[in-house]
Nanobody
């Protein structure tokens, strides 16, 4: 069994910063891409940032220059450093990983439970 556990969400004023963490645990053989998604009230879930096992990153246009995704492969952990936060960044942020379990060969997607980020104006 595999799970992703996020932490670091909370309430912050506009212009502030937060750092989200997501740790994968369980019988993991390897992790391919990891990423952060968010879902605001009444909106669809969207990709915020992604990172490959080799460290290649991609970002949504709305967060480029403000958010930075990174990962620690030794700890099976991905981070999202968020700066210059805006009220429109308010959402539940979900961690995602594409991974292979021990004893398995095909990768599959795992989601975290989500962490709420609220940015006040």
């Amino acid at each position: 069994q595999v799970q992703l556990v996020e932490s670091g969400g909370g309430l912050v004023q506009a212009g502030g910063s937060l750092r989200l963490s997501c740790a994968a645990s369980g019988s993991i053989r390897s992790i391919n891409a990891m990423g952060w998604y968010r879902q605001a009230p009444g909106k669809q879930r969207e990709l915020v940032a992604g990172i490959t096992s080799g460290g290649r990153t991609n970002y949504a246009d709305s967060v480029k220059g403000r958010f930075t995704i990174s990962r620690d492969n030794a700890k099976n952990t991905v981070y999202l450093q968020m700066t210059s936060l805006k009220p429109e960044d308010t959402a539940v942020y979900y961690c995602n990983a594409d991974l292979v379990q021990i004893g398995g060969y095909r990768s599959f997607q795992v989601w975290g439970q989500g962490t709420l980020v609220t940015v006040s104006s």
